[in-house]
Every structure is written in C-alpha cells, then in structure tokens.
C-alpha cells in the first residue's frame, strides 16, 4: 500500500511539472494568436501602487513567446534607474519550445550602461537592459522588475496591444492611489478590442484583456499609437525633480514648471553676457537680435541625444552648457533663451512629441507629457519656432519633427497649447527645370536643376551633409527608373534665408533608350517618375494616412537624336480627384526638339480603409502615365 502511494504521489508530481512546464510551451498557444504574429504576449502585467505624492512602486512582469528574429523586439526587457528611481530587482527566466528552461538571468546578467553617452553631468542616468541572443527560435522569456520612484509625474502609459505582428493572450493593469492626489485616466480606442474595466472605485483602476489577436501593418497606416487602445494616467498632486506640483489647467501647470523647475537655469557667466552684448551690438530689431543669437548657439554647442524625462526635466545650467559646448534639447532650448535674455528678446521653452508622425499634447489632459523641448520666440501674434538641437536648420525653419501639432508653450504666466508651424501642401514644393538629350544610339545626358522649399526642404537639404558614396547611393535610389546610371558634378545651394534648397545635377546613363529594329523606344518622364507600388489590401482593416501634402512641377527640354522622326507621342494627361491633382503635357517645338511639363499635387489627410482602393488606382494611373514612352523611327 506504501509503494502504492509513493508511486501515486510521483505519477501527480509528474503530472504537476508537467502542467508548469506547459504554461510556457509554445504548443498551448492558440493557433489564432499565431497568425501574423511574430511574438506572442502570454501576459503582460504591470501593477502600479502610488503611495504618496512622492512614492510610486511599478511592478512589471512580461511573458514573452518569440516566434522569430523580428520578435525580437517585443521582449522590451528593460528599466531605466537615476537619482529618484531605483530598481528593487529585475530578472529573466528563458524556456524553450516545450516549455523547459534554459536559462536563468540575474540582474548582474543584465547590461547596465548609461542611458547618456557622452556626458559626465548624466552618469546618474543608467539603464539595465537584457541582450539575449537566442540558440534558437521559438522560444519564451518570462520578465519581472520592480521599480521605486519618488517622481509621481510622469505615471507610464498603458497600451494593450503595443505594436504590429505582436498578439496579446492576457494583459492586466492595476492601479492603487490615494484619493487626495486627484488621479486622473484618458481612455482611447477600446471599441473592437475585448478590454474590461475590472475595477474602478476612488483609490483603484484596474483593466484586463485577452486574445487580441496581432495587427498586420498595412500600407500608409497611422501609427500603432493612433490605432490601437490606450490609457493615459496622471495625478493633480504630483512630485518631480524634488518639488511638489500641480497639474490642474495647463496655466497652472506651466507657472509651477517655470517657476519651481526652470527658475535659476539660464544664469550665464558675466564674459559671457559682454561677448553676446558685443556680438548682438546695436541691433534693435527682435527678431534679428535673435537670428544672431541662434547663429552663435549652432556654431557654439552639439546635440547630445537624452530624452525629456531622463536627465530629469530641469535642464542643465545655461552655464554648464557655455562651458562645455554640449547639451540635449531642453539643455540647448534653455541656453538659447539664457542668450535672448542677455539683449531682452523674450522666449519660452516649448514641449512637444518629437517625430516624423506627427503627435499632439493631449491638450484635454494636463500632465507631464512630451520627449522633446524646443524654444518659442514671440513676433507680434505668432511664435517663431526654434530648433536648437541642429546645427544645420535656417533660423525659424520647422521640419518635419516639429511642424503641425500641438505643443506645451510654457510662458511666465502660465502654459498654453500652441499648434506649431503648418505648411500648406502647395507650400511643400518642389520644381525641377532641366534638358536631356538622346543619342543615336539611345544614351542619356542631362542637366537638372531641382529647388526645394517647404517640408521638402527638410528632406533634401540633408543630402549636402552626406559622404561621397551616401551622395551616390541616395541618387541612384531616387532615380531608381535610369538603368546604368552615372553620375556627373553636383553642386548646391542652401539659401538658408529663404529656406529653398537647390541641386544641380548633372547625369548620364548607356542604353536609356531601347533599339528595336528601325525604332527607339524611351520613357519620356526620366527626372522625377513616380515608380512606388501602392500595394493591393484585400478587406483592408486600418485607415490611411497622408501626413505632409505636396506639389511637384517639372519642365524638361528634350532634344532627340538626329535621323530619327516621332512616330508616337504620348497624349498630354490630366487627372483630378480628391487626393490631388495630375497633369502631364508635352509641347512639340521641331522635330528634334520637345518641351515636357508636368505637376503633381497630393493633398495630405485622413481617409478610412474603404477608401484605400480608389487611392491605389489613382498613383497608378499616376505611375501608368510617367512611365509613358515615345516611340521614334530611324528615317
């Protein structure tokens, strides 16, 4: 009977680590989350408990299943760690397809580096971080962390599906909080996903969903961030940087960040002050007081790259960034405005979300927001905007990681939402004017002048700063259509005063044109031909997004070789609708001489998925009528 029991009690302790081992194999997870996923999230957990105004307590744990390499990212096994916030214990516990683990990760496992490279004033600011590299896929890694704060400002984010190709089985947030601090939530985007509001009384918040099942990344999609489901937390009552804060209107919370955390950082060195007073000299205009002061600051300093929220938000002393020739965004935003000080041009620091897609402060939601800071110069009813991280920006230009949105102007008597720049899509120009020439045997010469204003100028001015082979290789990329292509002299000008940035291009290319027989055959578009793919979307699920409109026009002077006649000449071509406008034209002036005209304009916008298609059709007639040929006869 004894035996009996012992061996019964075996079979259970088998059958349990069984059980165990199963809840990490890849076999129990449901062929539904699979599909499209390149990892999958068994739970993703995160319990935030704020004790007080100056303690909050964030407990993270992350299952992870990665299905292949490019699920790599999705592990997100990291924390960073200061002055203010600690890490009570963090580790990792890798297991294999069946669920059998392999590997146990300690905290002295992890990487620990700082979070800043190249600057002394921020070896507080570390951040541990798992780099694992697997033997072999699939395989699961179960996270935890826990980490202590006093700063309360800043309570993260919550998203439920956190990206593309990613799928979710579990995540669970919960949220204790004192009463008093005034927690606040903004929910986004739950209809269609199954989330449940578990609890919500006046000191706890807590959400559960399962199964939702991984996003395929569609063609010109919003970011996941404007897609998928969210909530934003904060407090009234909060703590950062040593200060107690409020964050009841935007005027009130802007006033307390001037005033408790930017106050006593623009002091500057008394040399300092006689140098820009001599530099500025008897200059009166505001405006061109500035322009000086911003030339000085883009010659003086270099962009060191730390994010608002690490290296806290109190920048760095205007007098440690005058010493040291460096500083990160808030650090040169605040210099700057330490220098318009000195010859009484006013200026307010300026927070916003940084990206090439566009992102807006929530402006129906006061709190600590933003991971970019730039510097707002008053003229008259409007701001010019400055970028003092760049070296290489005219003085009020906005590109395209600040123009239109909605931004944090932080002004002595409080806060106020601003939208910055907006550049009209007719504005966001670009003209080329240039001539070509074929030859008898069909190769290609040609000249080509293309001037760029607007937010095409952002993107084209950078070619300057590019090395030879970048130059090259950024050419060959953007006329992609000339086969053989070759390369001549290339010289610009950046006329920073009127923001327009040109190039001068001189290029060739072998067998341009196609000889069959008696005839030649060419594209008669060879300069700015529209050869993207719009790819087709069945049962399309996102919508689409145009984010920066624009307007392209062309006149190009073709001359044709001799002994040959036109036998076919593509029909000049219009198209209208509401994504924009397209025109084509081509003027016969002699028989071996035509003029080609062109104009593209793009309207930016919003559209739903149903509109996708008609989209689709519409570039390709666009792309159809570019790659529209001539066809000449040998006489």
């Known amino acids: 009977m004894k035996k009996l029991f012992c061996a019964f009690f075996f079979f259970l302790f088998l059958v349990n680590s069984s059980a165990q081992k199963s809840d990490y194999s890849i076999l129990s997870i449901p062929d539904s989350l699979k599909q499209n996923a390149n990892a999958v999230l068994r739970l993703d957990q995160m319990d935030i408990v704020i004790a007080s105004q100056r303690s909050m307590n964030i407990k993270t744990q992350r299952i992870v299943s990665v299905l292949n390499d490019k699920g790599l990212n999705d592990i997100d096994a990291y924390s960073h760690y200061d002055k203010t916030t600690s890490i009570k214990n963090i580790e990792a516990i890798v297991y294999d397809a069946f669920g059998n683990e392999i590997k146990k990760i300690k905290r002295k496992d992890f990487r620990d580096q700082s979070a800043v490279s190249g600057s002394t004033l921020f070896s507080d600011n570390r951040v541990l971080y798992l780099d694992y590299t697997p033997i072999s896929y699939p395989f699961t890694i179960v996270y935890t962390c826990e980490v202590e704060t006093s700063n309360t400002a800043f309570i993260p984010q919550w998203y439920f599906l956190g990206g593309y190709y990613l799928s979710v089985e579990k995540c669970v947030l919960n949220v204790t909080f004192p009463k008093e601090l005034g927690f606040k939530k903004k929910e986004f985007r739950f209809n269609g996903f199954n989330i449940k509001k578990t609890e919500e009384t006046d000191t706890k918040l807590s959400y559960s969903a399962t199964n939702l099942i991984a996003q395929k990344q569609e063609d010109l999609s919003p970011n996941p961030a404007d897609l998928f489901p969210k909530v934003m937390m904060g407090l009234e009552n909060f703590h950062l940087e040593g200060v107690d804060g409020k964050a009841t209107t935007w005027e009130a919370f802007g006033k307390w960040y001037g005033e408790k955390i930017l106050t006593g950082t623009t002091i500057l060195p008394e040399e300092t002050k006689a140098k820009i007073k001599a530099l500025v000299g008897n200059e009166k205009d505001p405006v061109k007081k500035a322009k000086i002061i911003y030339d000085y600051v883009q010659k003086k300093s270099r962009y060191v790259n730390i994010a608002v929220g690490i290296g806290g938000w109190r920048p760095m002393l205007a007098s440690d960034v005058d010493r040291l020739g460096y500083g990160d965004c808030k650090a040169l935003s605040n210099y700057t405005k330490a220098l318009l ?253 035509l003029t080609y005209k062109r104009s593209m304009f793009l309207n930016k916008g919003k559209y739903s998925n149903k509109e996708y298609d008609e989209y689709r059709l519409f570039m390709e007639q666009v792309s159809r009528n570019d790659n529209a040929k001539i066809v000449l006869t040998k006489n």
């Open 341 to 593: 000080e000195v010859v009484d041009v006013p200026s307010y620091n300026t927070i916003l979300y940084g990206d090439r897609y566009k992102s807006d402060i929530q402006a129906d939601f006061v709190s600590m927001q933003g991971n970019h800071m730039i510097l707002a110069v008053p003229n008259q009813n409007n701001y010019i905007w400055l970028e003092c991280t760049s070296q290489d920006d005219p003085f009020g230009y906005q590109g395209v990681f600040t123009d239109d949105r909605d931004v944090l102007v932080v002004k002595p008597e409080g806060g106020e939402i601003v939208r910055t720049k907006i550049y009209d899509d007719r504005g966001n120009i670009q003209e080329g004017k240039g001539t070509y020439t074929i030859d008898g045997a069909g190769n290609f010469s040609g000249t080509l002048k293309i001037a760029s204003q607007g937010s095409q100028y952002a993107s084209k001015s950078r070619v300057e700063t590019m090395q030879p082979n970048e130059k090259e290789e950024h050419y060959k990329e953007y006329w992609d259509n000339i086969n053989n292509l070759k390369l001549g002299k290339i010289t610009f000008t950046n006329d920073k005063e009127n923001i327009r940035f040109t190039e001068d291009v001189q290029l060739s290319a072998t067998n341009y044109g196609t000889l069959t027989g008696n005839k030649m055959i060419f594209v008669v578009d060879a300069f700015n031909q529209y050869t993207g793919n719009i790819k087709r979307v069945r049962n399309r699920k996102n919508p689409f997004q145009i984010q920066r409109g624009y307007l392209d026009t062309d006149e190009i002077e073709i001359n044709l070789p001799d002994g040959y006649s036109i036998e076919f000449l593509p029909s000049n071509y219009e198209l209208k609708g509401k994504f924009g406008e397209y025109k084509t034209e081509i003027v016969k002036k002699d028989n071996n001489k």
